[in-house]
């Protein structure tokens, strides 16, 4: 059984820093990807980055480019999203996701595409 376990959610102020991490096990496949995701109240679950297992693709989205980091330990078999520079805006839950991603598929940003999914872990910035 798959199963996701994202933490290090929590409140900051803006500015600030959170690193969350996502503990993945129970899977065998080959290039898989693990994406982060986030969902505001009343808006569409967007994808924030994705890191792809084999070939170390990474994918952010515009809007977090710069400022948050996506990086693994495949020992570990854990994600880590480090977010700098937060805003108000980057409050959110935010879930991270697995699922096979070959290489030359660049849909990472597709919540619809990914099966197996963490129960969430709320970020909020403070203005």
Request: glycine share 12%; proline share 2%.
């Amino acid at each position: 059984e798959v199963q996701l376990v994202e933490s290090g959610g929590g409140l900051v102020q803006a500015g600030g820093s959170l690193r969350l991490s996502c503990a993945a096990s129970g899977f065998t496949f080959d290039d898989y990807a693990i994406g982060w995701f986030r969902q505001a109240p009343g808006k569409e679950r967007e994808g924030v980055s994705c890191i792809r297992s084999g070939d170390g693709r990474i994918f952010y989205a515009d809007s977090v480019k710069g400022r948050f980091t996506i990086s693994s330990d495949n020992a570990k078999n854990t994600v880590y999203l480090q977010m700098n520079s937060l805003k108000p805006e980057d409050t959110a839950v935010y879930y991270c996701a697995l699922d096979w991603l070959p290489r030359g598929d660049s849909s990472w940003y597709l919540s619809r595409r990914y099966e197996y999914w963490g129960q969430g872990t709320q970020v909020t910035v403070s203005s």
